[in-house]
């Protein structure tokens, strides 16, 4: 089969095209019935069994995040680049597959002319065939915590009316090529979908996955990505680096950051990981070929029909943006992918260190509050260096980094001993907004008396919102 170079431009199949194909959305959401959406211990915890999504705000309340879903949306092309999907689930309804409708259902045609034949609900880049097969449980799994059904069965997903492009490109044992993954990106892109989940690492990012990456965003698709399980710095690992997409970090039972979870400065937000419920492919016992894990055959099988698994991992948080990403664009499909992204990090909950952090970076996700957003409101703090330099015949300590917001009010640079000080120090005020620039210069003498310091940033909105970003300078 001959397929597309990766910067083809095929036939506009532009997302506004392909949802004026689809049924309008149901109004608002009520709380879903689905049984272990409301069961708790149904493997002997002490907790909800949905209690990651619950955590985010879906809660099936009167103030839950379903609520802020407006009558009028739309329903959303979400791509789940990954190892397939089982589409026999009984909690997957049909409705949440996308359907090309450039393509005549097995007539051994290239309808659309885009290089897949028959590709009626995505493709499996490594059989290189119409019928992407779940045979390792990763992607069904994924996709359940996206678009679950809502019924009288089984587990809610978050967004009960989002169109899954199911896009094979990681095989029956958690391997991929980087040629298959950017494949299967420029296709989501191509094929309409806003939303992109990679659930999936690797030491380097290539160039063709960079490439595929930067069409993705030149197309203002949303591309979230997990940050990965090594517990490394995330800034050589894969695609989770670029800043080209949404980086998801692991939080567990209090918002804390897992040990499992990669780390450092490309993590923008973070969402639960830990014990997370979906759906289980058909014969599949997804952890149990995971090298290093402690594991038993079975052991997270969930439910007496067992179609119901339980997994650990940021693979498992990214898809919780991912849902979140679409139901923003559900309920407003003019938002640009900076504009998604913007709405997520400063609507998020800080949790864990104070401030943006390595860990959890912007915070945790908050669904409630991103679905109320004014999408034009932003607040930015970093701090991206520190420079001993000589002014003014003496030494003076350097502070560069980011302070603005769309509405900006005043920013102030403090001190404090220690790596977390009980006491700061004033060392710099910001009547006006500053852009990858220079946010204070603090005489040196400031810096005596401990031999680690913590510089900490404080940006605040014109409506009194504060963002704030610490930096640890070690002396000597």
């Not at 992204?341 to 908050?366: C, E, F, M, T, W």
């Amino acid at each position: 089969m001959v397929t597309a170079p990766l910067h083809r431009a095929r036939r506009p199949l532009l997302a506004a095209a392909i949802a004026a194909l689809l049924p309008i959305a149901t109004p608002a959401y009520d709380s879903p019935k689905d049984p272990h959406f409301s069961a708790k211990g149904s493997w002997g915890q002490d907790y909800d069994d949905q209690w990651a999504i619950k955590r985010l705000g879906f809660d099936g309340g009167p103030d839950s995040a379903w609520r802020r879903v407006k009558p009028s949306a739309q329903p959303v092309i979400v791509a789940v680049i990954d190892t397939g999907l089982d589409w026999n689930h009984r909690d997957i309804d049909w409705k949440n597959i996308w359907q090309n409708p450039g393509e005549i259902p097995d007539n051994g045609i290239d309808d659309d002319n885009n290089g897949y034949v028959d590709d009626i609900i995505g493709w499996d880049f490594f059989a290189d065939s119409n019928k992407p097969w779940d045979h390792d449980g990763h992607g069904t799994f994924v996709t359940g915590i996206i678009a679950g059904a809502w019924s009288d069965t089984g587990i809610a997903g978050i967004n009960p009316d989002a169109r899954v492009m199911v896009l094979k490109a990681i095989n029956n044992f958690g391997h991929s090529r980087a040629s298959y993954l950017a494949r299967a990106i420029v296709y989501a892109v191509d094929n309409g979908a806003r939303v992109i989940n990679l659930s999936v690492g690797g030491k380097e990012i290539s160039a063709i996955e960079q490439d595929a990456l930067d069409y993705a965003h030149r197309n203002n698709a949303v591309v979230v990505v997990a940050a990965g399980n090594e517990g490394v710095d995330v800034g050589n690992y894969g695609m989770a680096a670029s800043d080209k997409v949404i980086t998801v970090a692991s939080t567990g039972f209090k918002d804390e950051r897992q040990a499992f979870s990669n780390w450092g400065r490309a993590i923008d937000i973070a969402a639960p990981g830990l014990d997370v419920l979906s759906l289980r492919a058909r014969r599949t016992d997804t952890m149990r070929d995971i090298s290093g894990v402690d594991y038993q055959p079975g052991a997270a099988y969930v439910g007496a029909d067992k179609r119901y698994y339980r997994a650990s991992g940021t693979s498992f948080s990214a898809p919780m943006v991912a849902a979140v990403a679409s139901l923003l664009i559900a309920n407003d499909p003019s938002l640009t992918h900076e504009e998604v992204k913007r709405i997520l990090v400063n609507s998020a909950r800080d949790v864990d260190i104070p401030g943006i952090d390595q860990y959890s970076g912007h915070g945790l996700l908050d669904a409630r509050a991103a679905l109320a957003a004014d999408r034009d409101f932003d607040i930015q703090a970093e701090i991206t260096g520190v420079a001993v330099v000589a002014e003014g015949g003496g030494q003076r300590v350097r502070v560069s980094g980011t302070a603005t917001a769309n509405r900006f009010a005043s920013a102030r640079i403090e001190l404090g001993a220690g790596a977390n000080p009980a006491t700061w120090t004033a060392a710099g005020e910001l009547t006006e907004a500053v852009m990858a620039g220079v946010l204070a210069s603090i005489d040196a003498s400031q810096f005596r008396g401990s031999p680690l310091w913590t510089i900490r940033l404080i940006v605040t909105h014109h409506d009194g919102t504060t963002r704030e970003t610490r930096f640890e300078l070690r002396l000597g």
